[in-house]
């Protein structure tokens, strides 16, 4: 049972314009939601988080978004850039014990067109 | 420094050998993890040391083998591994222990790419 979701497995945008990427989650205990960025052969980084308490966290050009009602989170890259192109992987925290490990999600393949 | 370093970066085995993957930071953080990533796949936890204890084994084989030397160190020794354990083999530590409340990011080293044939 997947608990975090990510159901666009690729996503190609123009530079410039706006990324989107979107994550769903379906364990209303998560308190701690992250994004990673991972390029080929490397390991992720991380680029934001956001509490559970928040509805929205900015850092320069990445803003998440939270909607604890619809269990549902969004990265917003503006503008995007060729050096975003990458997988992007969402992950969440429990609250206790060893929930408090990261579920990720599958990711998304984030395409950049110069 | 604030970096996760891990070598080596590349590690060709066979079923029969016997080596180690090691992880490195010295930015203080309490908590280091083992993950195991296979291509187009999320990272899977395997291991969890908080203060140098092992708090979580994710049933992971017997042929995996983790070590926690001190608290800027952590190993995974390798033996008798099979054709399906060929993945990238990540590090990742954070500033506090897994059981502490608040932020607490991971941060990654690059990984080792294992290959075992």
């Known amino acids: 049972d997947q608990q975090v979701k990510q159901n666009s497995p690729s996503l190609s945008v123009q530079e410039g314009r706006i990324s989107i990427l979107n994550c769903d989650y379906t364990n209303s205990m998560f308190d701690y939601f992250l994004w990673y960025k991972k390029y080929p052969a490397e390991g992720p980084t991380f680029l934001i988080s956001i509490s559970s308490i928040k509805d929205k966290n900015e850092d320069g050009r990445f803003t998440v978004f939270l909607n604890k009602s619809a269990k549902h989170l969004s990265l917003h890259i503006v503008p995007s850039q060729p050096g975003d192109s990458a997988v992007y992987f969402c992950?969440?925290?429990?609250?206790?014990?060893?929930?408090?490990?990261?579920?990720f999600g599958s990711g998304t393949q984030l395409t950049v067109l110069p | 420094d604030t970096e996760v370093t891990q070598t080596p970066k590349h590690l060709v085995m066979g079923m029969t050998n016997k080596k180690s993957l090691k992880c490195e930071q010295h930015?203080?953080?309490?908590?280091m993890y083992w993950y195991k990533q296979k291509a187009k796949k999320p990272p899977e936890l395997m291991f969890v040391?908080?203060?140098?204890?092992?708090?979580i084994n994710e049933s992971v084989p017997s042929r995996f083998s983790p070590e926690c030397p001190n608290s800027s160190l952590l190993n995974l020794h390798l033996h008798a591994l099979q054709p399906e354990d060929s993945a990238l083999y990540l590090c990742?530590?954070?500033?506090?222990?897994?059981?502490?409340?608040?932020?607490?990011?991971?941060?990654f080293g690059p990984g080792t790419r294992l290959t075992v044939l």
């Open positions: 040391y908080s203060y140098e204890k092992l708090s």
């Open positions: 992950a969440a925290r429990g609250t206790s014990g060893s929930a408090r490990q990261l579920t």
């Open positions: 990742a530590s954070s500033l506090k222990a897994l059981w502490d409340r608040g932020p607490n990011e991971q941060f």
């Open positions: 930015m203080g953080h309490r908590a």
